[in-house]
Protein backbone atom coordinates (compact mmCIF):
# COMPACT_ATOMS: atom_id res chain seq x y z
CA UNK A 1 0.00 0.00 0.00
CA UNK A 2 1.33 3.21 -1.34
CA UNK A 3 1.91 6.25 1.37
CA UNK A 4 -0.33 9.41 1.18
CA UNK A 5 2.00 12.36 0.29
CA UNK A 6 1.22 15.80 0.29
CA UNK A 7 1.56 17.29 -3.02
CA UNK A 8 -0.57 16.95 -6.73
CA UNK A 9 -2.44 13.58 -7.23
CA UNK A 10 -0.84 11.19 -9.94
CA UNK A 11 -1.83 10.96 -12.80
CA UNK A 12 -2.35 8.19 -15.06
CA UNK A 13 -1.99 5.49 -11.99
CA UNK A 14 -2.36 2.20 -12.98
CA UNK A 15 -2.77 -0.67 -10.35
CA UNK A 16 -4.39 -3.89 -10.27
CA UNK A 17 -5.01 -3.71 -6.59
CA UNK A 18 -8.57 -3.38 -5.64
CA UNK A 19 -7.89 -1.00 -2.49
CA UNK A 20 -4.65 0.88 -2.99
CA UNK A 21 -4.66 3.57 -1.57
CA UNK A 22 -4.39 7.40 -3.64
CA UNK A 23 -0.93 8.32 -3.46
CA UNK A 24 0.13 11.94 -4.08
CA UNK A 25 2.99 13.69 -5.77
CA UNK A 26 5.35 16.40 -3.43
CA UNK A 27 5.40 19.42 -5.24
CA UNK A 28 8.40 20.66 -5.78
CA UNK A 29 9.55 24.32 -5.58
CA UNK A 30 13.36 25.12 -6.94
CA UNK A 31 14.60 27.61 -5.43
CA UNK A 32 17.72 30.07 -6.56
CA UNK A 33 21.25 29.38 -4.99
CA UNK A 34 21.03 33.42 -4.35
CA UNK A 35 17.35 33.02 -2.00
CA UNK A 36 19.51 30.27 -0.13
CA UNK A 37 22.27 32.26 0.33
CA UNK A 38 20.34 35.58 1.56
CA UNK A 39 18.38 33.23 4.10
CA UNK A 40 21.43 31.31 5.48
CA UNK A 41 23.18 34.60 5.86
CA UNK A 42 19.89 36.42 7.59
CA UNK A 43 19.25 33.63 9.82
CA UNK A 44 23.07 33.43 11.04
CA UNK A 45 23.45 36.87 11.69
CA UNK A 46 19.65 36.92 13.36
CA UNK A 47 21.26 34.04 15.62
CA UNK A 48 24.51 35.90 16.94
CA UNK A 49 22.56 39.02 17.55
CA UNK A 50 20.16 36.56 19.75
CA UNK A 51 23.05 35.16 21.42
CA UNK A 52 24.36 38.60 22.51
CA UNK A 53 21.40 39.77 23.74
CA UNK A 54 20.26 37.09 25.49
CA UNK A 55 23.73 35.87 27.04
CA UNK A 56 25.69 39.25 26.85
CA UNK A 57 28.48 38.17 29.62
CA UNK A 58 28.96 34.92 28.57
CA UNK A 59 29.54 36.31 25.48
CA UNK A 60 32.05 38.96 26.32
CA UNK A 61 33.95 35.98 28.76
CA UNK A 62 34.71 33.95 25.58
CA UNK A 63 34.84 36.87 23.29
CA UNK A 64 37.93 38.73 25.42
CA UNK A 65 40.21 35.77 25.88
CA UNK A 66 39.73 34.93 22.26
CA UNK A 67 40.51 38.44 21.15
CA UNK A 68 43.31 38.86 23.54
CA UNK A 69 44.97 35.80 22.23
CA UNK A 70 44.25 36.61 18.50
CA UNK A 71 46.34 39.35 19.08
CA UNK A 72 48.80 39.38 21.61
CA UNK A 73 49.26 35.69 21.39
CA UNK A 74 47.66 32.95 23.15
CA UNK A 75 49.50 32.90 26.16
CA UNK A 76 47.97 36.61 27.37
CA UNK A 77 44.40 34.43 26.51
CA UNK A 78 45.19 31.41 28.78
CA UNK A 79 47.40 33.74 31.50
CA UNK A 80 43.98 35.66 31.64
CA UNK A 81 41.63 33.38 31.75
CA UNK A 82 44.00 31.83 34.68
CA UNK A 83 43.84 35.45 36.70
CA UNK A 84 39.91 35.60 36.11
CA UNK A 85 39.68 31.66 38.03
CA UNK A 86 41.83 32.77 40.72
CA UNK A 87 39.62 35.54 41.43
CA UNK A 88 36.39 33.79 41.61
CA UNK A 89 38.45 31.05 43.92
CA UNK A 90 39.81 33.71 46.16
CA UNK A 91 36.00 35.70 46.52
CA UNK A 92 34.20 32.65 46.95
CA UNK A 93 36.49 31.31 49.65
CA UNK A 94 36.51 34.98 51.54
CA UNK A 95 32.44 35.97 50.49
CA UNK A 96 30.98 32.69 50.10
CA UNK A 97 27.07 34.31 49.51
CA UNK A 98 27.86 37.44 47.42
CA UNK A 99 29.59 34.78 45.14
CA UNK A 100 26.99 32.39 45.41
CA UNK A 101 24.12 35.50 44.59
CA UNK A 102 26.44 36.96 41.85
CA UNK A 103 28.14 34.18 39.79
CA UNK A 104 27.44 31.27 41.33
CA UNK A 105 24.28 30.34 41.25
CA UNK A 106 23.92 31.82 37.65
CA UNK A 107 26.91 29.59 36.73
CA UNK A 108 24.70 26.46 37.95
CA UNK A 109 21.19 28.08 36.08
CA UNK A 110 23.40 27.92 32.78
CA UNK A 111 24.68 24.26 32.98
CA UNK A 112 20.96 23.47 33.95
CA UNK A 113 19.52 25.04 31.66
CA UNK A 114 22.04 23.71 29.26
CA UNK A 115 22.11 20.09 30.42
CA UNK A 116 18.65 19.36 31.73
CA UNK A 117 16.02 21.67 30.40
CA UNK A 118 16.91 22.29 27.09
CA UNK A 119 18.29 18.63 26.18
CA UNK A 120 15.24 16.90 27.57
CA UNK A 121 12.95 19.79 26.76
CA UNK A 122 11.25 18.08 23.42
CA UNK A 123 10.64 15.13 24.46
CA UNK A 124 9.03 15.43 27.82
CA UNK A 125 6.68 18.03 26.19
CA UNK A 126 5.42 15.87 23.90
CA UNK A 127 5.74 12.81 26.47
CA UNK A 128 3.60 14.70 28.60
CA UNK A 129 1.16 16.04 26.31
CA UNK A 130 2.13 19.80 26.53
CA UNK A 131 2.99 19.59 23.17
CA UNK A 132 0.48 20.10 20.32
CA UNK A 133 0.68 18.32 16.27
CA UNK A 134 -1.10 20.95 13.86
CA UNK A 135 -0.66 19.99 9.85
CA UNK A 136 2.44 17.63 10.78
CA UNK A 137 4.61 20.18 12.58
CA UNK A 138 5.12 20.14 16.65
CA UNK A 139 4.44 23.47 18.51
CA UNK A 140 6.31 23.45 21.45
CA UNK A 141 5.94 25.74 24.68
CA UNK A 142 8.79 28.34 24.82
CA UNK A 143 11.14 27.71 27.18
CA UNK A 144 12.02 31.33 28.62
CA UNK A 145 14.57 30.83 31.32
CA UNK A 146 16.20 28.85 34.35
CA UNK A 147 16.50 30.59 37.68
CA UNK A 148 18.76 28.85 40.28
CA UNK A 149 18.40 29.44 44.64
CA UNK A 150 20.08 27.58 46.90
CA UNK A 151 17.69 24.79 46.99
CA UNK A 152 15.40 24.71 43.47
CA UNK A 153 15.58 25.38 40.00
CA UNK A 154 12.71 28.17 38.84
CA UNK A 155 11.49 27.68 35.05
CA UNK A 156 9.84 30.31 33.39
CA UNK A 157 7.83 28.43 30.49
CA UNK A 158 5.40 30.79 27.91
CA UNK A 159 2.50 28.64 27.32
CA UNK A 160 1.27 27.91 24.17
CA UNK A 161 -1.95 29.93 23.24
CA UNK A 162 -5.19 28.39 23.71
CA UNK A 163 -3.39 26.49 27.03
CA UNK A 164 -4.34 27.01 30.27
CA UNK A 165 -2.38 26.52 34.06
CA UNK A 166 -4.82 23.31 34.58
CA UNK A 167 -2.96 21.85 31.63
CA UNK A 168 -0.41 22.27 33.25
CA UNK A 169 -1.04 21.58 37.14
CA UNK A 170 -2.37 18.14 35.70
CA UNK A 171 0.36 17.06 34.83
CA UNK A 172 3.10 17.72 37.71
CA UNK A 173 4.47 14.39 37.98
CA UNK A 174 5.53 14.05 34.19
CA UNK A 175 7.67 17.27 34.20
CA UNK A 176 9.04 16.37 37.89
CA UNK A 177 10.47 13.24 36.83
CA UNK A 178 10.96 14.20 33.47
CA UNK A 179 13.80 16.51 34.16
CA UNK A 180 14.63 14.16 37.52
CA UNK A 181 13.40 16.39 40.21
CA UNK A 182 11.17 14.87 43.23
CA UNK A 183 8.19 16.95 42.45
CA UNK A 184 7.07 20.37 40.95
CA UNK A 185 5.17 23.06 41.76
CA UNK A 186 2.95 25.43 39.25
CA UNK A 187 2.43 29.01 39.51
CA UNK A 188 1.35 31.61 37.35
CA UNK A 189 4.41 34.46 36.76
CA UNK A 190 1.75 36.64 34.60
CA UNK A 191 -0.48 36.22 31.56
CA UNK A 192 0.45 33.27 29.44
CA UNK A 193 3.76 32.44 31.70
CA UNK A 194 4.14 30.02 34.15
CA UNK A 195 6.99 29.28 36.90
CA UNK A 196 7.75 25.93 37.57
CA UNK A 197 9.68 24.69 40.76
CA UNK A 198 11.87 22.03 40.66
CA UNK A 199 13.55 21.54 44.54
CA UNK A 200 16.89 20.11 44.32
CA UNK A 201 16.91 18.94 48.45
CA UNK A 202 14.24 19.73 50.92
CA UNK A 203 15.55 22.84 52.84
CA UNK A 204 13.28 21.95 55.91
CA UNK A 205 14.58 18.56 56.19
CA UNK A 206 16.01 19.21 60.02
CA UNK A 207 13.63 20.36 62.94
CA UNK A 208 13.39 23.95 63.25
CA UNK A 209 13.93 24.49 67.46
CA UNK A 210 11.63 27.31 69.19
CA UNK A 211 10.77 30.70 67.56
CA UNK A 212 12.56 33.18 70.12
CA UNK A 213 9.84 35.07 71.84
CA UNK A 214 9.67 38.84 70.02
CA UNK A 215 11.32 41.25 72.01
CA UNK A 216 8.02 43.92 71.18
CA UNK A 217 4.70 43.36 71.54
CA UNK A 218 2.86 42.90 68.47
CA UNK A 219 -0.27 41.12 67.24
CA UNK A 220 1.01 39.70 64.43
CA UNK A 221 1.99 38.60 61.67
CA UNK A 222 3.76 36.01 64.34
CA UNK A 223 6.98 34.38 63.17
CA UNK A 224 6.35 30.69 64.08
CA UNK A 225 8.87 28.79 61.71
CA UNK A 226 10.77 28.90 58.27
CA UNK A 227 9.36 28.62 54.58
CA UNK A 228 11.23 27.01 52.33
CA UNK A 229 12.92 29.67 50.36
CA UNK A 230 14.75 30.57 53.44
CA UNK A 231 12.54 33.51 54.63
CA UNK A 232 10.53 33.62 58.33
CA UNK A 233 7.06 31.99 57.96
CA UNK A 234 4.65 34.48 59.71
CA UNK A 235 1.11 33.52 60.40
CA UNK A 236 -1.29 36.41 60.85
CA UNK A 237 -3.91 35.90 63.35
CA UNK A 238 -5.41 40.02 63.49
CA UNK A 239 -7.61 40.53 61.17
CA UNK A 240 -8.36 36.86 60.22
CA UNK A 241 -9.01 33.23 60.92
CA UNK A 242 -6.86 30.21 60.43
CA UNK A 243 -7.79 26.49 59.86
CA UNK A 244 -4.55 24.02 60.81
CA UNK A 245 -5.06 20.26 59.72
CA UNK A 246 -3.14 17.31 59.94
CA UNK A 247 -3.24 13.76 61.07
CA UNK A 248 -1.98 12.98 64.29
CA UNK A 249 1.41 13.55 64.85
CA UNK A 250 1.60 15.95 61.50
CA UNK A 251 2.72 18.82 64.10
CA UNK A 252 -0.48 20.83 64.86
CA UNK A 253 0.79 21.55 68.53
CA UNK A 254 4.25 23.35 67.32
CA UNK A 255 1.96 25.59 64.67
CA UNK A 256 -0.53 26.57 67.55
CA UNK A 257 2.04 27.17 70.40
CA UNK A 258 4.64 28.98 67.97
CA UNK A 259 1.60 31.83 67.73
CA UNK A 260 1.23 31.48 71.46
CA UNK A 261 5.11 32.03 71.56
CA UNK A 262 4.80 35.05 69.25
CA UNK A 263 1.53 36.95 71.17
CA UNK A 264 3.35 36.48 74.63
CA UNK A 265 4.67 40.07 74.56
CA UNK A 266 1.51 41.78 73.26
CA UNK A 267 -0.40 39.49 76.07
CA UNK A 268 1.78 40.82 78.88
CA UNK A 269 0.91 44.76 77.33
CA UNK A 270 -2.64 43.87 77.89
CA UNK A 271 -2.93 44.24 73.76
CA UNK A 272 -4.09 40.69 72.95
CA UNK A 273 -6.23 38.04 75.31
CA UNK A 274 -5.90 34.30 74.68
CA UNK A 275 -8.82 31.90 75.32
CA UNK A 276 -8.49 28.20 75.02
CA UNK A 277 -10.76 25.28 74.32
CA UNK A 278 -9.08 22.20 74.84
CA UNK A 279 -11.37 19.43 74.58
CA UNK A 280 -8.83 16.66 74.77
CA UNK A 281 -7.00 18.22 77.68
CA UNK A 282 -3.94 16.61 76.35
CA UNK A 283 -2.41 19.40 74.55
CA UNK A 284 -3.36 23.34 75.66
CA UNK A 285 -3.47 21.99 79.55
CA UNK A 286 0.00 21.35 79.50
CA UNK A 287 0.39 25.68 79.35
CA UNK A 288 -3.18 26.52 80.89
CA UNK A 289 -2.01 29.42 82.85
CA UNK A 290 -0.51 31.05 80.07
CA UNK A 291 -4.63 31.52 78.81
CA UNK A 292 -6.96 34.18 80.10
CA UNK A 293 -9.67 31.93 79.21
CA UNK A 294 -9.52 28.22 79.63
CA UNK A 295 -12.56 25.12 78.95
CA UNK A 296 -12.32 21.81 78.66
CA UNK A 297 -15.95 20.17 79.62
CA UNK A 298 -17.86 20.91 76.42
CA UNK A 299 -20.36 22.76 77.89
CA UNK A 300 -17.97 24.89 79.49
CA UNK A 301 -16.73 25.81 75.81
CA UNK A 302 -20.16 26.23 74.43
CA UNK A 303 -20.01 29.19 77.22
CA UNK A 304 -16.93 30.48 76.55
CA UNK A 305 -17.90 30.85 72.85
CA UNK A 306 -21.19 32.48 73.79
CA UNK A 307 -18.88 34.81 75.86
CA UNK A 308 -16.90 35.59 72.55
CA UNK A 309 -20.41 36.38 70.47
CA UNK A 310 -21.04 38.84 73.37
CA UNK A 311 -17.99 40.99 73.09
CA UNK A 312 -18.12 40.56 69.64
CA UNK A 313 -21.65 41.37 69.30
CA UNK A 314 -21.04 44.44 72.37
CA UNK A 315 -18.09 45.61 70.62
CA UNK A 316 -19.79 45.80 66.97
CA UNK A 317 -22.76 48.11 68.39
CA UNK A 318 -19.48 50.21 69.65
CA UNK A 319 -17.85 50.30 66.42
CA UNK A 320 -20.69 51.13 64.21
CA UNK A 321 -20.06 54.06 62.04
CA UNK A 322 -17.10 54.88 64.12
CA UNK A 323 -14.32 52.62 62.95
CA UNK A 324 -14.25 49.35 59.93
CA UNK A 325 -11.08 47.83 61.39
CA UNK A 326 -10.01 46.78 64.69
CA UNK A 327 -7.06 48.47 66.91
CA UNK A 328 -5.65 46.92 69.33
CA UNK A 329 -5.99 48.96 72.59
CA UNK A 330 -6.06 47.92 76.61
CA UNK A 331 -9.76 48.60 76.97
CA UNK A 332 -10.67 46.78 73.57
CA UNK A 333 -7.36 44.11 73.01
CA UNK A 334 -7.49 41.20 70.37
CA UNK A 335 -8.97 38.25 71.33
CA UNK A 336 -7.47 35.38 69.90
CA UNK A 337 -9.76 31.76 70.28
CA UNK A 338 -8.01 28.74 70.35
CA UNK A 339 -10.10 25.22 69.64
CA UNK A 340 -7.73 22.37 69.53
CA UNK A 341 -9.31 18.94 67.77
CA UNK A 342 -12.45 21.43 66.96
CA UNK A 343 -13.90 18.20 65.87
CA UNK A 344 -14.44 17.01 68.84
CA UNK A 345 -17.67 19.88 69.58
CA UNK A 346 -18.82 19.87 66.45
CA UNK A 347 -18.84 16.35 65.06
CA UNK A 348 -18.70 13.93 67.61
CA UNK A 349 -20.50 15.46 70.70
CA UNK A 350 -23.24 13.68 71.63
CA UNK A 351 -25.40 16.74 73.52
CA UNK A 352 -27.18 17.76 70.23
CA UNK A 353 -28.50 20.74 72.38
CA UNK A 354 -24.86 21.68 72.94
CA UNK A 355 -23.42 20.82 69.70
CA UNK A 356 -26.06 23.40 68.45
CA UNK A 357 -24.51 26.34 70.41
CA UNK A 358 -20.82 25.34 69.33
CA UNK A 359 -21.28 25.15 65.95
CA UNK A 360 -23.77 28.44 65.81
CA UNK A 361 -21.61 30.41 68.13
CA UNK A 362 -18.38 29.26 65.83
CA UNK A 363 -19.99 30.20 62.89
CA UNK A 364 -20.95 33.27 64.13
CA UNK A 365 -17.27 34.40 65.25
CA UNK A 366 -15.98 33.02 61.73
CA UNK A 367 -18.51 35.44 59.97
CA UNK A 368 -18.78 38.96 61.91
CA UNK A 369 -15.44 38.74 64.40
CA UNK A 370 -12.26 39.68 62.22
CA UNK A 371 -13.60 43.28 62.17
CA UNK A 372 -13.77 44.23 65.52
CA UNK A 373 -10.71 42.03 66.89
CA UNK A 374 -11.59 38.55 67.51
CA UNK A 375 -10.20 35.40 65.64
CA UNK A 376 -10.54 31.96 65.91
CA UNK A 377 -7.22 29.42 65.63
CA UNK A 378 -8.76 26.00 65.09
CA UNK A 379 -7.13 22.86 65.07
CA UNK A 380 -8.65 19.32 63.70
CA UNK A 381 -7.73 15.94 61.99
CA UNK A 382 -10.65 14.96 59.96
CA UNK A 383 -11.77 17.94 57.32
CA UNK A 384 -14.02 16.43 55.71
CA UNK A 385 -17.12 18.58 55.53
CA UNK A 386 -19.51 16.30 57.76
CA UNK A 387 -17.35 17.33 60.50
CA UNK A 388 -16.37 20.63 60.39
CA UNK A 389 -19.03 22.57 58.12
CA UNK A 390 -17.80 25.75 58.54
CA UNK A 391 -14.28 25.14 57.25
CA UNK A 392 -14.66 27.69 54.29
CA UNK A 393 -15.53 30.67 56.73
CA UNK A 394 -11.68 30.51 58.12
CA UNK A 395 -9.86 32.78 55.20
CA UNK A 396 -6.21 31.53 55.89
CA UNK A 397 -5.59 27.50 55.83
CA UNK A 398 -2.30 25.21 56.86
CA UNK A 399 -2.24 21.73 55.73
CA UNK A 400 0.12 19.33 57.56
CA UNK A 401 0.45 15.81 56.82
CA UNK A 402 -2.80 14.25 55.73
CA UNK A 403 -3.73 10.94 55.04
CA UNK A 404 -5.47 11.20 51.63
CA UNK A 405 -4.87 12.91 48.63
CA UNK A 406 -8.10 13.96 48.42
CA UNK A 407 -7.90 15.78 51.97
CA UNK A 408 -5.74 18.32 50.74
CA UNK A 409 -8.12 19.70 48.27
CA UNK A 410 -10.78 19.96 51.03
CA UNK A 411 -8.34 21.91 53.24
CA UNK A 412 -6.70 24.65 50.63
CA UNK A 413 -9.45 24.41 48.14
CA UNK A 414 -10.04 22.56 44.46
CA UNK A 415 -7.00 22.35 42.71
CA UNK A 416 -4.26 22.96 44.89
CA UNK A 417 -2.44 19.90 45.27
CA UNK A 418 -2.40 19.73 41.11
CA UNK A 419 -0.46 23.05 41.93
CA UNK A 420 2.19 21.30 44.66
CA UNK A 421 0.98 21.35 47.14
CA UNK A 422 1.25 17.72 47.97
CA UNK A 423 0.33 17.14 51.86
CA UNK A 424 -0.27 13.87 51.61
CA UNK A 425 3.31 12.55 50.92
CA UNK A 426 5.11 14.47 53.69
CA UNK A 427 6.60 12.20 55.72
CA UNK A 428 5.37 10.10 58.68
CA UNK A 429 8.49 10.67 60.69
CA UNK A 430 8.51 13.00 63.14
CA UNK A 431 12.06 14.05 62.71
CA UNK A 432 11.27 14.26 59.05
CA UNK A 433 7.80 15.48 58.33
CA UNK A 434 6.10 17.34 62.00
CA UNK A 435 5.83 20.41 61.65
CA UNK A 436 5.90 20.51 57.48
CA UNK A 437 3.17 22.39 56.01
CA UNK A 438 1.75 23.59 53.05
CA UNK A 439 -0.22 26.95 54.14
CA UNK A 440 -2.73 29.28 51.82
CA UNK A 441 -3.40 32.50 52.75
CA UNK A 442 -6.86 34.88 51.79
CA UNK A 443 -4.69 36.96 49.72
CA UNK A 444 -2.83 34.30 47.31
CA UNK A 445 -4.30 30.99 45.69
CA UNK A 446 -0.80 29.41 45.47
CA UNK A 447 0.20 27.49 48.07
CA UNK A 448 3.72 27.67 50.43
CA UNK A 449 5.22 25.06 51.82
CA UNK A 450 6.91 25.82 55.05
CA UNK A 451 8.23 24.24 58.54
CA UNK A 452 6.84 25.24 61.89
CA UNK A 453 9.68 25.64 64.86
CA UNK A 454 8.98 22.03 67.64
CA UNK A 455 7.65 24.17 71.03
CA UNK A 456 8.98 21.75 73.53
CA UNK A 457 7.50 20.57 76.51
CA UNK A 458 10.63 22.58 78.57
CA UNK A 459 9.75 25.55 75.95
CA UNK A 460 6.49 25.78 77.37
CA UNK A 461 7.13 25.72 81.19
CA UNK A 462 9.50 28.45 80.38
CA UNK A 463 6.98 30.64 78.67
CA UNK A 464 4.72 29.54 81.75
CA UNK A 465 7.10 30.94 84.44
CA UNK A 466 7.59 34.13 82.27
CA UNK A 467 4.65 35.22 81.29
CA UNK A 468 1.45 33.01 83.29
CA UNK A 469 -1.67 34.72 83.86
CA UNK A 470 -4.68 34.31 85.98
CA UNK A 471 -6.68 32.02 84.97
CA UNK A 472 -10.33 32.05 84.77
CA UNK A 473 -11.84 28.35 85.84
CA UNK A 474 -13.75 25.86 83.78
CA UNK A 475 -16.80 27.88 85.18
CA UNK A 476 -16.26 31.47 84.52
CA UNK A 477 -19.04 32.57 82.75
CA UNK A 478 -21.31 30.89 85.64
CA UNK A 479 -19.73 33.19 88.46
CA UNK A 480 -19.15 36.34 85.85
CA UNK A 481 -23.36 35.69 85.79
Not at 367 to 396: C, E, H, Y
Request: contains cysteine; positive net charge.
Amino acid sequence: MFKKLPGDEAQHLVSTTPDTAVVFRPAVVRTPAIVTLVIFVWRLLAGVVRLLWRHPVASVVVAVPCALGWLYGWQWGVALVALVLLGLTVWGLVDRPSFLRLVGWRLLAWWRLVWVYRRHWQSVMIVSGLSRKVHGRDYLPHLIKVTCTSWADLVTVKMLKGQAVTDWSDRIEHLAHGFGATLCRVTVARSGRLLLTFPRRDPLATPLPAVPIPPAASVGPVEIGKREDGTPWRLKVHGTHVLVAGATGAGKGSVIWSAVRGLLPAKRARLVEIWALDPKLMELSFGRDLFDRYAADPAHCADLLEAAVKVMQERAGRFAGVQRNHTPTVDDPFILIIVDEIAFLTAYQNDKGLKLRISAALATLTTQGRAVGVGVLAALQDPRKDVLSIRNLFPDKIALRLDESEQVDMVLGDGTRDRGALADLISPDPEQGAGIAYTRLETSPDPIRARAGYVSDADIRAMVAAFAADTLPLSFTEEMA
